[in-house]
């Protein structure tokens, strides 16, 4: 009876510890689970696939930014990252990632225009994406390499986008970033 007890103690221990692991956000340096998410007309795509598009991006290496059109902390990076994935597109999949709830893509596209952004925007309405690294805050960026590991988290602020920009040009040398995180999750 009691090494019944002891084992059941053990199993519900292993559980706990297992279903709390994975409420954890990813760490700099995992792998990351294919997600799919939704462009502003409605496409599903997922990470693999913006990866392993060649045309529009040679590298494999994918940069996302939580960011949405609401957002006055959003207002002093949505030029400088739209710059970024313009300056880098072929090389680097550079996209917004719209997490907020109840925001449609086809609002999200008429911002996109009115703004005069270039930026592709993908949406993440029910958050989960945001969840699974940790991003409780609008311009955390992540940067994840052509492996498919987590190698740059942190925000994109105004006087901090070279960081972002300094840790794309290291993962596309085959580095890692000088600076790998810069801001805790939020």
């Given at each position: ?69 609401f957002c006055g902390s959003c207002r002093h990076v949505e030029y ?43 949406m993440d309405t029910k958050g989960r994406v945001a969840d699974l ?54």
């Amino acid at each position: 009876m009691k090494s019944l007890f002891l084992s059941i103690i053990c199993t519900l221990c292993v559980l706990g510890s297992l279903v709390q692991a994975k409420d954890q956000p990813l760490a700099v340096g995992q792998a990351t689970p294919d997600f799919a998410m939704k462009t502003v007309t409605g496409k599903t795509v997922k990470l693999r696939e913006l990866a392993s598009d060649k045309q529009n991006n040679s590298s494999g290496i994918t940069v996302l930014t939580f960011w949405c059109s609401f957002c006055g902390s959003c207002r002093h990076v949505e030029y400088p990252l739209s710059r970024l994935a313009t300056k880098y597109r072929g090389q680097v999949a550079i996209m917004a990632v719209d997490s907020s709830v109840g925001e449609s893509g086809s609002d999200v596209a008429a911002f996109l225009k009115e703004k005069k952004l270039t930026m592709p925007v993908m949406m993440d309405t029910k958050g989960r994406v945001a969840d699974l690294f940790g991003a409780k805050m609008t311009t955390t960026t992540v940067i994840i390499d052509a492996q498919g590991k987590l190698q740059y988290f942190g925000q994109f602020k105004q006087g901090q986008t070279n960081l972002v920009e300094d840790a794309i040009k290291a993962v596309l040398a085959g580095n890692k970033p000088p600076h790998n995180k810069t801001a805790e999750r939020g």
